[in-house]
């Protein structure tokens, strides 16, 4: 399977007037960036995809255990992914409100993937 290559602005990449795609292990890691990037009820076409910044993650007193799990929960059940080989606390920034997420996977192929992302 395949999917259009985006570029770090999250654009569909389009290189001397073509698109471009991504398969194998840059396609699962494309994937989770994408799944993690995506607010809940955000996509009209599937409200149950996505985080719940707003109704979990963002929400005062949430503690970080049910934080971080909603993100394990997200990046397991992603397709290519066989297993959460490790997850790093989550870098929750309050001054800036950034939120950074660093965790990694072994993919179908059993390749390592190592993500590093500030969300959302």
Do not use: C
Request: glycine share 6%; aromatic share 10%.
């Amino acid at each position: 399977m395949s999917m259009l290559k985006m570029n770090d602005d999250n654009d569909i990449d389009i290189t001397n007037n073509r698109f471009s795609l991504v398969n194998g292990d840059e396609e699962i890691r494309q994937r989770l960036i994408q799944n993690l990037q995506t607010f809940f009820q955000e996509w009209f076409l599937d409200l149950d995809l996505g985080i719940p910044y707003h109704q979990i993650i963002f929400k005062k007193g949430t503690p970080v255990e049910t934080q971080e799990d909603i993100f394990k929960d997200e990046i397991i059940k992603a397709q290519g992914v066989q297993k959460l080989e490790r997850f790093d606390p989550l870098d929750l920034d309050g001054s800036t409100r950034g939120l950074t997420v660093k965790f990694g996977v072994q993919t179908e192929n059993s390749q390592f993937i190592t993500i590093e992302k500030e969300l959302p």
